[in-house]
């Protein structure tokens, strides 16, 4: 392979990694406006916090494939309870009340990480049995960057299984359209939406540990990634996952091939994008007008 067709390659693959990180965080951000409507401004802190929750568990059990698994599950227990104890109780009130909510835990979680882990990046190294790289039509590509990509699609996978062939998919896509029909039914529905904000905030979780090695983890990177996962789901169209993942897979390649090319306005061509998306069409790529 020429090194031209080389460059153009590795720099799609990069562009395809980082997509596929922010659409595991505006997947969860999606499902959760989508179907409980609720503005979790604290989104992108669950993911910072399962990737020091990745750091701690790797420090404690020298195993990456253990704090895959701990990690996002403790964020999602965690998003549970912030959904049965604190959203539900303001709920009712609107989009301001979660808003306002959703910006304290938010601090919260940041004051929080500073006080107990410090303000230094804290380096998470890649696991050995993902260390090298892999020959792609003779280009030699990192390993563990594949390895995001791959974890990315089985989430996906997962999660159309679940939400399509699955009784709770069933149910929860009910509970989505008519909610109170499906209380009348007897099953709860408070109940199946704090089990959404959970699965949610897993999602973010599962990003939030994949990231840990390949930007190591510091307060700042909530900021980081957070702000372009939000754009993602404005872009794309609020609830609506088809454009969460076509956005996501536009802006990872608009990041990358904009560093390799025009390094100085890179981080303006996604906002450009979500402008000129939001210009033509307010509602998203893919979203869906409200009746008045």
């Known amino acids: 392979m020429d090194p031209i067709t080389a460059m153009y390659l590795s720099q799609g693959l990069h562009g395809l990694t980082y997509g596929m990180i922010l659409f595991l965080i505006a997947s969860g951000l999606t499902i959760i406006f989508g179907m409980m409507g609720i503005l979790n401004l604290a989104h992108a802190s669950f993911f910072m916090l399962a990737a020091y929750f990745s750091y701690e568990v790797l420090r404690i059990t020298s195993s990456f494939w ?5 990690a996002p599950l403790l964020v999602g227990i965690l998003g549970t309870l912030v959904e049965r ?21 938010m601090m ?24 090298g790289v892999v020959s792609i039509a003779g280009m030699y590509y990192p390993t563990y960057r594949l390895f995001i990509i791959g974890i990315a699609m089985l989430v996906i996978v997962l999660m159309i299984s679940v939400l399509y062939g699955t009784r709770i998919g069933k149910i929860v896509r009910a509970a989505v359209s008519d909610s109170e029909m499906v ?23 599962i990003a939030g540990v994949v990231v840990a090695p390949l930007l190591t983890v510091f307060p700042g990177l909530a900021d980081q990634i957070g702000m372009d996962a939000f ?7 609020f609830g609506s996952m088809v454009g969460a993942f076509v956005v996501s897979l536009i802006f990872g390649l608009l990041n990358s091939y904009g560093i390799q090319f025009v390094s100085t306005l890179a981080p303006l061509l996604m906002v450009s994008f979500m402008a000129l998306v939001l210009a033509v069409r307010p509602q998203g790529l893919f979203g869906v007008i409200e009746d008045e």
Not at 66 to 70: E, H, K, R, T
Not at 108 to 131: A, F
């Open 108 to 131: 919260l979680i940041l004051g929080g990480v500073m006080e107990i882990w410090g303000t230094s990046s804290l380096p998470v190294p890649v696991p050995d049995s993902l260390r």
């Open 231 to 237: 754009m993602v789901v404005v872009t794309g169209g």
């Open 85 to 105: 104890y604190l959203l539900r109780k303001i709920h009712a009130h609107g989009h301001l009340g979660e808003l306002i909510l959703t910006t304290g835990i």
């Open 66 to 70: 253990i704090a895959l698994l701990v």
């Open 183 to 205: 209380n009348a039914l007897g099953i709860n529905v408070p109940l199946v939406f704090m089990f959404v904000f959970g699965f949610g905030t897993w999602l973010a979780g």
